[in-house]
């Protein structure tokens, strides 16, 4: 009996003396006298199986079309492989080709390809060794976020991609609308004439791509406890760094009754428990990242998942970058906020562990963070990773309405935007907290990618949209 519609990675483990069906796209083909080898990958796992075609076994016709990028079904019997690091391999009886590759124009040879030219072909780069492993390390790693919090009763909360208003008041937002950019309707009279008439747009004010789900899930935390947001979110930056993207992914859990000691007890369990569950779920994509992209992924990921995390406020740390002897290219004072180098020398070599730092200045964080009582510091903290820096932000949220109006006022914000956010602080407020992660800067800190561009499956930056 043949199995049909069997994963590849359930073949690799299957006994010898089965046949079977292995669909999948072929990635080499090597001719040798009087047998052919293929290495076939269907995207299961980072492991090909090996396919045996002896000579007269299948049609010329066939086998001519057989080559590297063609879609193929191969029917045969799985034997005991005699190549070290694989069991079995598969003798091939049967081959039907769903889909032609010409062998001359496939930009997927066997041979090193740099990263910006994978780029260029996104729709074909996911079917390389490198990206083939990094969206197996996203897909268990997306699962691994809902599996963290579902199984401690938070809701799912599918907050709106387009807003009203802006959650870190940083103002680089993508505008969404439907006036016609060629006739721009205009205010004809008044104190704001010459100024876009956004009556006549869609929803008749300015709209933007929300820059955060936060403060939407603020409102449910307010009514369910704890719940949480994954799901993409936009900046307008002009920065062509390899660490921004115009488009991604965050998680943002919400908590009410909780403050900052339990903000950073879920971030640190919740970095703990993802990672933990993509090493046992990828272990073959993880050892490839270790051997060809970063050796030191694995030792660091260990680290993490291993360690309790230091504490330390924010005063503390500037007082050990100043008397450290470095030379920073960023200054450090009180006031200043922490850049790359001083986050990693906190987790390198101060402490060499992930840190937390707590309490930051309150002019350097979001409004929305709660004042302490001290009124030069809020109840902030930033989750600091070796080899990385900064993965985790949040905070104690500010319940008091008159400490947020204040805030909002200092911040140069709109009340009339922000008025359902303070309703909520007069009806039933409570303390609560949460913070926000980096899909993708989680993704650099797992498989080691030096791009944020190569973690996502479309990159979107100043002057990119493709695809």
């Known amino acids: 009996m043949i199995a049909k519609g069997g994963y590849i990675k359930d073949i690799l483990v299957s006994s010898p003396g089965r046949t079977v069906d292995a669909h999948g796209w072929v990635k080499t083909r090597r001719d040798s006298k009087g047998v052919h080898f293929i290495q076939l990958?269907?995207?299961?796992?980072?492991?090909?199986?090996q396919v045996v075609i002896e000579a007269g076994s299948i049609p010329e016709d066939t086998l001519k079309v057989v080559t590297t990028g063609a879609c193929v079904r191969i029917t045969g019997v799985l034997t005991e492989s005699p190549a070290a690091g694989q069991a079995v391999e598969l003798k091939a009886i049967a081959i039907h080709v769903f889909g032609v590759a010409d062998s001359a124009s496939y930009p997927l040879q066997k041979k090193g390809h740099t990263m910006e030219f994978l780029r260029d072909i996104a729709h074909l780069r996911t079917r390389s060794n490198t990206f083939g492993a990094v969206f197996r390390v996203r897909n268990a790693l997306a699962f691994a976020i809902h599996t963290f919090?579902?199984?401690?009763?938070?809701?799912?909360?599918?907050?709106?991609?387009i807003t009203a208003s802006d959650c870190e008041g940083a103002g680089a937002m993508f505008g969404v609308t439907t006036l016609?950019?060629?006739?721009?309707p205009r205010i004809a009279e008044g104190p704001n004439a010459g100024k876009v008439d956004y009556t006549q747009d869609f929803f008749g004010k300015p709209a933007f791509l929300t820059v955060s789900g936060q403060l939407n899930a603020e409102i449910f935390a307010l009514a369910f406890s704890n719940v949480y947001t994954f799901g993409p979110t936009f900046r307008a930056e002009n920065s062509n760094t390899p660490r921004h993207l115009a488009e991604f992914w965050m998680i943002e859990p919400e908590m009410a009754f909780c403050d900052l000691a339990g903000d950073m007890e879920l971030a640190e369990a919740f970095l703990k428990s993802v990672?933990?569950?993509?090493?046992?779920?990828?272990?073959?994509?993880?050892?490839?990242?270790n051997k060809r992209i970063d050796?030191?992924?694995l030792e660091t990921l260990e680290n993490v998942v291993n360690n309790d995390f230091e504490h330390v406020p924010y005063t503390e740390a500037v007082r050990i970058l100043e008397n450290s002897g470095q030379s920073w290219e960023f200054p450090v004072f009180w006031g200043a906020d922490l850049q790359s180098e001083h986050e990693r020398y906190l987790t390198e070599q101060t402490f060499k562990k992930p840190v937390i730092v707590t309490d930051y200045p309150r002019e350097i964080k979001a409004f929305y963070m709660r004042a302490n009582d001290d009124g030069k510091t809020v109840r902030a903290m930033d989750v600091l990773a070796p080899r990385i820096g900064e993965i985790i932000g949040g905070s104690q949220r500010e319940?008091?309405?008159?400490?947020?109006?204040?805030?909002?006022?200092?911040?140069?914000?709109?009340?009339?935007?922000?008025?359902?956010y303070l309703e909520l602080r007069k009806f039933g407020s409570a303390p609560h907290a949460g913070f926000g992660l980096g899909f993708e800067r989680l993704m650099l800190y797992l498989t080691g990618m030096k791009?944020?561009?190569?973690?996502i499956p479309f990159p979107r930056t100043p002057g990119t949209a493709e695809f």
């Open 41 to 49: 990958n269907d995207g299961s796992c980072f492991a090909d199986l």
């Open 149 to 161: 919090f579902q199984d401690r009763g938070f809701q799912y909360v599918h907050t709106p991609i």
């Open 180 to 184: 016609d950019m060629q006739n721009v």
């Open 275 to 289: 990672i933990g569950q993509v090493m046992d779920a990828c272990p073959g994509d993880l050892e490839f990242f």
């Open 295 to 297: 050796n030191t992924i």
């Open 399 to 420: 319940e008091r309405y008159d400490v947020l109006l204040d805030k909002i006022r200092e911040s140069e914000l709109s009340e009339e935007a922000y008025w359902w």
């Open 451 to 455: 791009n944020i561009r190569d973690v």
